[in-house]
């Protein structure tokens, strides 16, 4: 079976306590970023834009893994409907920079999907303000609303 060479840096519900946790927890992460865009989806979900530009996106670092398992985690995340494909990223880890594999997509594909870009790169700290808006450093408001409202209007 064939391995990743590379750590590997998880975002979104990958990272440890997120519901998808699950599918990495066979090895123990360690805190990582990396420079892109967060993008919330309709479905609720996340997705990443890798880019040198862009935000500190939090996340974890994970050893190598082998690629069955690189594979159920493209599989949970839905990498073809999000156009996710496999690349090589800088990652900060302690003060230290590592090269790691991680997940990203491209603008336009998100945009086909009616996803939002994020202005912060944590994820978890997104899901607890719209939990609890009063929680300092996070936006007051809920998670952004897509398309018009359902059941229709009362005259």
Known sequence: MKACLHPVFAW????NGGPLAWTLSASTPRPGRIRGTLWHLPSGGVAVVADDAGTWIRGD?????DD????????????????????IVPVL???H???AMTW???????????????AMGDWAGFHGAVADPMKKGYPSHPAP???????GHRS
Not at 79 to 87: H, N, P, T, V
């Open 61 to 65: 670092v994970h050893p190598p893994l």
């Open 93 to 95: 880890i302690d003060g």
């Open 97 to 99: 920079t590592v090269r």
């Open 68 to 87: 069955r398992l690189l594979r159920l985690v493209e599989s949970v995340l839905g990498a073809d409907m999000l156009g996710l494909e496999r690349i």
């Open 145 to 151: 609303t897509l398309g018009a409202p359902r059941g």
């Open 12 to 15: 979104g519900d990958l990272v």
């Open 104 to 118: 990203t997509t491209n603008v336009a594909a998100l945009r086909r999907l009616h996803a939002v870009p994020l």
